[in-house]
């Protein structure tokens, strides 16, 4: 093609970026260090978004996997060399020049000091003071990730109060607790989860209501989890910022549901069949890992999933496991 009319073209294409809907692969690592902090970097003068921090990484080029860019752009970028990593969170995100797809890495092993090759700062975070840097607009889930932990439990079905006590401290370190009876009345969901609040506080577990949302503000628990009903009728955010915010999802109608209401993060099942929803549908590891790629925010894998399945919950993009029988001594029907 004639050079003047090639350059002729690419002007013509930088002044209509709204209606040129590039969308941009990228991958991006988040290098975690033995002290829990994570790596971030503050984007070069010169780059789009310059003066922005964000998870080291770049663009995938053509004919590259997202795991082989993840170790170049490291490379190339920190003189780092991942040895470790798993998926973490895939994200889209529309930037109104833009819409950039972010595939994320948990990087637990890495060779090399961290040092700014295209001269950028960088900083070692805690994932909780991460909110204290200006990051990129997409980031959010990606903190939300790194925030929390690999394990949702459920409290089974009728359960006693002594039995629920003596098992708090064998559930995994920092996991997310659901006090979920729906037996109960209003007025002795609220007596219990007072009574547990301050046990689980102590233990470091998150604890997740699912009455009332401000339940959670006023017993000093961690969050509200909607059931998919409760979503139903949830247009905003029902709860303040400060606290987590989680809902329950089968399908396309209900994940779209939940975006609308602004859910941090999601329990998507049933990923397999189960003895306590014979009816349910299975969406299969496929089915689970289609709705996680649109969902935007970390999701937990449920329904005959075992903490020993996680690292094909992970491979399918899902933040962890969420169950019921296997964290708990007592007979249940999941
Ligand atoms: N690396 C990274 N990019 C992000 C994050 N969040 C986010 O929206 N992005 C966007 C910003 C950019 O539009 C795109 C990354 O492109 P980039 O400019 O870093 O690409 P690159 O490293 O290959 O740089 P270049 O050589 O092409 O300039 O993804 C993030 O946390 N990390
Ligand atoms: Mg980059």
Redesign the pocket.
């Known amino acids: 093609m004639d050079l003047r009319l090639q350059l002729r073209l690419c002007e013509d294409q930088r002044r209509i970026p709204h209606l040129i809907r590039r969308s941009?692969a990228?991958?991006?690592?988040c290098i975690v260090n033995a002290a829990g902090e994570v790596l971030?970097?503050q984007?070069p003068e010169?780059?789009?978004?310059a003066g922005?921090?964000?998870?080291?990484?770049?663009?995938i080029?053509v004919g590259e996997r997202a795991d082989q860019?993840l170790v170049r752009?490291l490379e190339?970028?920190l003189g780092v060399h991942a040895s470790a990593f798993r998926p973490l969170v895939r994200?889209t995100?529309d930037?109104s020049d833009?819409k950039?797809v972010?595939d994320?890495w948990l990087v637990t092993a890495f060779s090399g000091e961290p040092h700014g090759r295209?001269q950028q700062a960088f900083a070692w975070v805690r994932p909780e003071r991460l909110f204290d840097y200006p990051?990129?607009?997409?980031?959010g889930p990606?903190v939300a990730s790194l925030r929390l932990p690999q394990d949702y439990v459920f409290t089974p079905e009728g359960i006693d109060e002594a039995a629920l006590v003596s098992g708090l401290p064998l559930l995994p370190k920092g996991a997310l607790l659901r006090l979920r009876q729906p037996a109960l009345s209003d007025a002795a969901y609220k007596a219990l989860a007072g009574r547990l609040a301050p046990a689980c506080k102590r233990l470091g577990l998150l604890l997740m209501l699912d009455r009332d949302p401000a339940m959670v503000a006023e017993l000093g628990a961690a969050g509200w989890h909607a059931s998919a009903a409760a979503l139903s009728a949830q247009t905003s955010r029902p709860l303040a910022e400060e606290f987590w915010f989680a809902a329950s999802v089968h399908n396309e109608a209900e994940l779209a549901q939940a975006q609308k209401a602004g859910a941090d993060f999601l329990v998507v099942g049933s990923v397999n069949p189960t003895p306590s929803h014979p009816q349910g549908k299975v969406l299969g590891w496929s089915g689970f890992a289609a709705l996680a790629d649109q969902a935007n925010r970390p999701v937990y894998a449920i329904g005959g999933v075992r903490p020993r399945d996680r690292e094909q919950a992970f491979a399918h993009y899902a933040q962890g496991v969420a169950g019921i029988s296997a964290y708990w001594s007592v007979p249940s029907s999941s």
């Not at 990228?26 to 690592?29: D, F, I, K, L, R």
């Not at 010169?46 to 978004?49: L, T």
């Not at 922005?52 to 663009?59: A, D, L």
Request: no cysteine; aromatic share 8%; hydrophobic share 45%.
């Open positions: 941009i990228v991958a991006a690592g971030i970097a984007r010169g780059k789009i978004a922005k921090w964000e998870f080291p990484g770049g663009k080029e860019a752009e190339e970028e994200i995100h930037y833009r950039v972010l994320t295209e990051l990129l607009g997409a980031d990606i």
